[in-house]
């Protein structure tokens, strides 16, 4: 049995819950044995309070006090620079020549770390779960022209293609970024995929096609990536004369979150939730009938959590994502339908997929069928066969 070191300082609220990518990786090591180190921020990426430091878990929980940030400011990069300063010192002291290191990025001053220390490990993995900087683009303030904004990243760029060159071991959260860092920035390397996913909460039960009331179901980020214009238009266009009561139920939070509540402040079709625990969103969102992936055209975004949640319950989806391999794994299932981001558009993929109860439970079923590639009890078993046998 090893020493394993998991370093994720952007990560989520911690509980025992252990939906977290890490949190849940941390759990599967320290089952089957291993002692395990989950190195993490004290300032939590999400609630942007301090986390508990009395939780009991089954694994060690590091925290590098580094200070508080705001997502894009400056005080983000010195606490980027403090964590990476602290980690360094922490892991020197380490002498444990056959331990594992899983490090998630984008955090690149924590690959900057290790690589300084790479010859003091028995094996590094990067686990690459986003684009960056290239997803920075969706941040561009539009008063600054786009060829300068290319321009301030391209440091960043080389950066990448000069730091990821000292490490050989990847997993990925989507072959779409696999393939992206092959061709950008890595050569010689052992790759493995693993979805996001998401554990099983309770048996899914069945989809039922809508008697009176059709419920169309948003889970997620309601931030510049997503757009829910478009789907309450639809809905209110639905609703003209319809023998339905069409409704869009939004489970998230995030920038736009009140601009939507003032644009549907006289709709009495559209309702938002709080966010809320994997367990009772699942039983939640059972009880709608069509969930909805509004992402952008321009979003740098492949395989994401939402994905799984509606392909677990077994929600027929309509999809704006223009990423291929969601869209072929949609169309390999028969789980969804993949269109522009136009109201009409969707207006007529709702229709066709409540045209009849047969073609509405087939796409359900296919959505169920689906989840076979992103059940945690079976994928992260892989991504521990990778990590402990398969690196060279």
Known sequence: MKDIYIIAP???????????????????????????????????????QKHDENLHLPFNLEFFDCGT????????????????????????????????????????????????????????????????????????PRYIPKFIFDILLKPFIYLNKFIFKMFKNYCFVSN??????????????????????????????NISYPNNVCKIVYVGSLEKSYELRPFFDAVDILNIGASLRYELHVYGSGSNLQLYKSITLDSDYIFFHKPVSVFDLHTEIKNCHIAINPIIKSSEASIINKHADYSFVGLPVINTQ???????????????????????????????????????????????????????????????????????
């Open 10 to 48: 952007y990560i989520g609220k911690i509980d025992n819950q252990l939906q977290n990518r890490f949190l849940y990786l941390s759990s599967l090591f320290s089952s089957k044995g291993h002692k395990v180190s989950l190195i993490t921020s004290l300032y939590c990426h999400t609630t942007k």
């Open 69 to 140: 940030y705001e997502n894009v400011s400056l005080k983000r990069f010195f606490h980027n620079f403090s964590f990476s300063l602290k980690l360094f010192f922490w892991l020197n002291k380490k002498n444990t020549p056959d331990s594992i290191v899983i490090v998630s990025f984008p955090f690149l001053s924590s690959l900057f770390t290790l690589s300084l220390l790479r010859n003091k490990f028995f094996k590094i993995v990067v686990d690459i779960q986003d684009l960056w900087p290239e997803s920075f683009i969706m941040l561009k």
């Open 176 to 205: 779409t970024f696999k393939d992206y860092f092959e061709t950008q920035y890595i050569d010689t390397y052992n790759s493995h995929v693993c979805f996001i996913g998401v554990v099983p909460t309770a048996s899914p039960g």
């Open 322 to 392: 223009t990423n291929k391999e969601y869209k072929t794994m949609l169309a390999r299932y028969n789980a969804g339908l993949s269109i522009d981001m136009c109201s009409n558009q969707i207006v007529e993929s709702v229709n066709y997929l409540l045209s009849n109860d047969t073609v509405f439970s087939n796409f359900s079923q296919g959505s169920r069928e689906m989840f076979s590639e992103f059940n945690r009890e079976v994928i992260y078993e892989y991504y521990y066969e990778f990590v402990t046998k398969k690196i060279v």
